[in-house]
């Protein structure tokens, strides 16, 4: 078992532009659950309309990068307001319904064989990543050191992916420092509460909605920018992840979502690459390759339960402040 | 039975009774209906609250006062009725437009924000703060003065209600009467015309009781109307000017606070159930021996009848 080769795997990873999707993804449902107090099991599907708004754009309708990015935008804004309009008004618990069964809807309307011709069906979309790389102004070589090495098409979209995650992070921090905070987490809190104090609770509601619906479809983009558009990604245990890399790092925290998507990711990759070494390498044998596989992902949920039950506050989280139960 | 005769009053206009018109109303309520499935909660057929004064709404347990409270403050919708509040109409208008307009109430079950500190909840009491809308928000300097002020006139406030010291702590690390104060103060950032108080009595200890009086006999000082809701009547008897009973739903008596108990449609709503009457209060002791001599006299001629 080569322990280097699995070690620079795991720290390469850390920086992946996918570390920055699955972020870029945590930081939408930390403004969501963390400042908002809104509960959405649906950040898969905001992530598939982002994803396919802007496959379907550039590939059907042959928009240019900036319109799909824009296209992307937009849709899950729509995305949101579908969402937002009926349940809002509701209980927190409603929304969490709401979003987990629309998130499946999004994702079987786009495997149905009758939109094929749009949405590639199972097989999803791909090769619409050429406008964007015509864009790359970047010279031709490698950039970068170590295992953090990428060539000048990764580095392009890295640069991109951890650029929105900057972007994202600046923006939450902004408003949560704001006036414009302070209302949204009373309306975590009690929104009878802040109502009484003359705010209205439900564009609040909406716009903590749309705000980190936003950053789920640009999570969706930057995830598909170096691979293809797999309707099967986006199933709910790519929503579980996201709360697993939130609730790590803080769910009310700054630097939470981003730290999390980092220790998740080398996590996951450095468990696959030990468990499945000893493996092959015979030092345990009661398992298959396979099985090395998704025992990780057991390893994980077991690993989520712990952390919700002795540190609920995540790394970052003020303990007081962030408890679930108050 | 004494024979009827009319009563006058300095803040009402014609005779004092059910329902009667006040001199300077600051909330008229009209028809209000409200039903939970067949039971009909709250049936007010006229009201009016008086302005820059203190009046207290009592009533048995389930006369519906909160639920009418519900339905003033836009946080229920009636079935039937109007109301208004300076004037203007306020049905069909969001609980968040009402506060706006100067109406602004707390709760029975106090609501303060736990994982804000104190000093924000105050902040958020406040009106007119520029960075509460979410692009303006990105810009502090948009904002930064506005809540500069606001800051000043919570720390104001805060030292009034002696909460002061706490004014970093997490809401949720206050007692059950420093939330009270807290819930009340917080009402008043964004300087309302009307405070509506819902049992802000409730489950506080005698010590803060006098000063929560003290506090809201300030508020009319200040100008600020009060409607409240109690069941401590030794509180009622302190500090309203004006006093509507209701039972079951309807405005069965209104008057000042010295007569209102002496009123038949009250002894009848509250007949049998021993209100909280104050008994372990020695200053009231007087005042509940001869109100307890009345209502028994009361009883005895109802039993005579």
């Known amino acids: ?326 | 039975m004494s024979e009827p005769t009319v009563v006058t009053h300095p803040l009402v206009v014609g005779p004092v009774g059910p329902g009667c018109k006040k001199v300077d109303p600051i909330v008229i309520a009209d028809g209000v209906v409200r039903r939970f499935g067949g039971n009909t909660a709250v049936h007010v057929d006229h009201v009016e609250v008086p302005r820059g004064k203190i009046t207290a709404l009592i009533g048995p347990n389930g006369a519906g006062k909160t639920t009418f409270f519900n339905l003033l403050t836009g946080f229920d919708k009636p079935n039937e009725g109007d109301w208004s509040f300076n004037g203007q109409n306020l049905g069909n208008v969001p609980a968040f437009k009402v506060a706006r307009r100067g109406m602004v109430r707390t709760f029975q079950l106090t609501k303060s924000l736990g994982r804000l500190t104190v000093l924000q909840n105050m902040l958020l009491g406040a009106t007119k703060q520029p960075g509460e809308n979410v692009f303006t928000a990105l810009f502090k300097p948009l904002w930064k003065s506005r809540e500069e002020e606001i800051t000043t006139r919570a720390d104001d406030l805060l030292a009034r209600f002696k909460l002061d010291a706490k004014r970093e702590d997490y809401a949720a690390s206050l007692s059950g009467g420093q939330r009270k104060l807290l819930e009340m103060a917080r009402a008043l950032m964004s300087e309302p015309e009307l405070v509506m108080l819902d049992e802000p009595m409730a489950g506080v200890n005698p010590a803060l009781t006098q000063s929560l009086l003290g506090h809201i006999k300030e508020l009319k000082n200040d100008g600020t109307s009060v409607l409240f809701v109690e069941h401590d009547m030794h509180m009622v008897r302190h500090i309203s000017d004006w006093v509507i009973v209701m039972a079951e739903g309807k405005v069965v008596a209104e008057g000042p606070p010295e007569t209102v108990m002496d009123d038949q449609a009250v002894i009848d709503a509250y007949l049998g159930a021993h209100h909280d009457t104050d008994l372990g209060d020695m200053i009231e002791q007087k005042s509940v021996a001869e109100r307890a001599r009345r209502v028994e006299a009361k009883e005895a001629s109802l039993a005579d009848d």
């Open chain 1, 1 to 326: 078992m080569d322990f280097l080769f699995v070690l620079n795997n795991a720290l390469g990873v850390a920086l992946s532009p996918t570390t920055a999707a699955y972020a870029l993804a945590a930081i939408g449902i930390g403004v969501h659950f963390g400042y908002a107090g809104l509960l959405n099991f649906g950040q898969a599907g905001f992530m598939a309309i982002g994803a396919y708004a802007f496959g379907i754009t550039t590939l059907t309708l042959g928009f240019p990068f900036p319109l799909a990015f824009l296209s992307a935008v937009v849709a899950s804004v729509v995305f949101a307001l579908i969402l937002g309009i009926p349940t809002l008004r509701l209980r927190a618990d409603y929304l969490a319904i709401v979003t987990i069964a629309s998130a499946e809807i999004v994702r079987y309307i786009v495997s149905t064989t009758g939109l094929s011709d749009v949405t590639g069906g199972a097989s999803g979309l791909s090769a619409f990543a050429g406008s964007f790389q015509a864009m790359n102004p970047l010279p031709s070589g490698s950039y970068g050191f170590g295992p953090w090495t990428y060539s000048r098409a990764e580095f392009w979209v890295f640069l991109w992916g951890w650029g929105l995650v900057a972007i994202a992070t600046v923006v939450v921090w902004l408003l949560m420092r704001s006036p414009w905070g302070r209302v949204v987490k009373g309306i975590r809190e009690d929104e009878d509460a802040v109502r009484s104090l003359g705010k209205n609770v439900y564009a609040y509601k909406m716009q903590a909605l749309v705000l980190g619906g936003v950053f789920g479809s640009l999570a969706g983009v930057i995830f598909i920018l170096p691979r293809a558009i797999q309707p099967t990604n986006y199933a709910t245990t790519l929503t579980f992840f996201t709360w697993t890399i939130l609730l790590l790092g803080g769910a009310a925290t700054v630097f939470g979502p981003i730290i999390g998507s980092m220790i998740f990711w080398v996590l996951l990759v450095l468990t696959e690459g030990v468990i499945g070494g000893l493996v092959r390498a015979d030092i345990i044998t009661f398992i298959s390759t396979t099985q090395a596989g998704q025992i990780r992902f057991v390893l994980l949920g077991l690993a989520l339960i712990l952390l919700v039950v002795f540190r609920p506050q995540g790394i970052f989280g003020n303990k007081k402040e962030l408890s679930f139960n108050v």
